[in-house]
Structures are given as C-alpha cells and as structure tokens.
T-cell receptor, first 112, second 111 residues
C-alpha cells in the first residue's frame, strides 16, 4: 500500500494517560499535516511540517499536544494527560510541493 | 479570525438532479480552494480544487466556481447518482499551507 498510513487505527485510554500516534506519509512527500476531526465537523488543522521542520501550529493546540517528524519521514503526535474532550479522529495527510493533500485512514481516540 | 462557512449543512436531492454547495471565507489571502468527499468511516478524498487565478473548473459531473471579490466558491454536481451520497467539505489555504475546513454538507441522493 503506497498511501498514507496511520497507527494505531483505534486507541482507548483512560483520562490522564499519555498517547502517541504515528503517521507514515507517501514516501516522496515532503509536507505532512495533522488534523483533528470530531463527529459532524470538518477536519481541524493542528500542525504542519515541511520535511523535519514544524512550520505551523494551531493556536488551538494546547501544551499537552506535541508533534515531531525527526527525519522528515514519519511523524508522531503525542497527547499528554488526555482529557475526555480529546476524544476524536486524528487524521494525517501528506503532499509533495503542491497543495493537494492525501489523507490517511485516521486514528480514532476514545478517552474514558 | 480565519473561518469558512459552508451551506447547506444537509442537502437531499433526487437521483439525476443537480446539487450545489456554497462556501464563504474570510481571509482575502486564501489562494487555493479544494473540495473533499468523505464517505462514512472513510478518509477525506480530494475531488476537485481551484486556484485563485481561475474562476471555474470542471471535471466530468463536478465543477467548482470561485468569486474572489465576494469571497465565495461553490461545488456543483450534475446528474447526481446514489454513490454521490457522502459528506462534502470545502477548504481554503490561508498562507503557509494552513488549511481551514468548512463544517461539511451531508448530501443524500435518493434513487
């Protein structure tokens, strides 16, 4: 499969725990994006990487959220001290020097 | 702040009819306007896009129009089919590749 992949696909965690998600973009893509989507809403921009540099970060992203893309390939999104309001689908997308983004299948997070 | 308003939130049409979804945006620096289709439980998929130097673009049964002066753009689907039923999202790029999505339109095509 040469598309964007995300792992895990589903995560259930207790409030207060830390979680980490992984995104593997299409191999030649240099741009990578993270979004959060809640039921009935459009994807909400969280952050953007060009190669390994994190160039944009949403003001909505609290200090509990951090993302990395250490070698300009895969990326991780970590949420510390999860809250019930963090329950959502976390989507990753990638693109190559163009605007067109290809989305991964998402990681569904449930915080109990 | 930056936002994209999308209307209607729900649209029901008879098979074969046309469907139109409209979006307005606030940031005049927006220069790229994609439309995504998301079926239940699946990832968003780009169906058509338009750049700010173009007023209209068509791809088979779908078309997008852009009015930069009025800051609105629309998706037109002609000869709708049941498989067009999905949630459609408009989006804009507002500088530095930050993407703002609309809230979505749930389209039902009745056979």
């Amino acid at each position: 499969d040469t598309g964007v992949s995300q792992d895990p696909r589903h995560k259930i965690t207790k409030r207060g725990q830390n979680v980490t998600f992984r995104c593997d973009p299409i191999s030649e893509h240099n741009r990578l994006y993270w979004y959060r989507q809640t039921l009935g809403q459009g994807p909400e921009f969280l952050t953007y990487f060009q190669n390994e540099a994190q160039l944009e970060k949403s003001r909505l992203l609290s200090d509990r959220f951090s993302a990395e893309r250490p070698k300009g390939s895969f990326s991780t999104l970590e949420i510390q001290r999860t809250e019930q309001g963090d329950s959502a689908m976390y989507l990753c997308a990638s693109s190559w020097d163009s605007y067109e983004q290809y989305f991964g299948p998402g990681t569904r997070l449930t915080v109990t | 702040g930056e936002n994209v308003e999308q209307h209607p939130s729900t649209l029901s049409v008879q098979e074969g009819d046309s469907a139109v979804i409209k979006c307005t945006y606030s940031d005049s620096a927006s220069n790229y306007f994609p439309w995504y289709k998301q079926e239940l439980g699946k990832r968003p998929q780009l169906i058509i896009d338009i750049r700010s130097n173009v007023g209209e673009k068509k791809d088979q049964r779908i078309a997008v129009t852009l009015n930069k002066t009025a800051k609105h753009f629309s998706l037109h689907i002609t000869e709708t089919q049941p498989e067009d039923s999905a949630v459609y999202f408009c989006a804009t790029y507002t500088g530095g590749f930050k993407t703002i999505f609309g809230a979505g339109t749930r389209l039902f095509v009745k056979a």
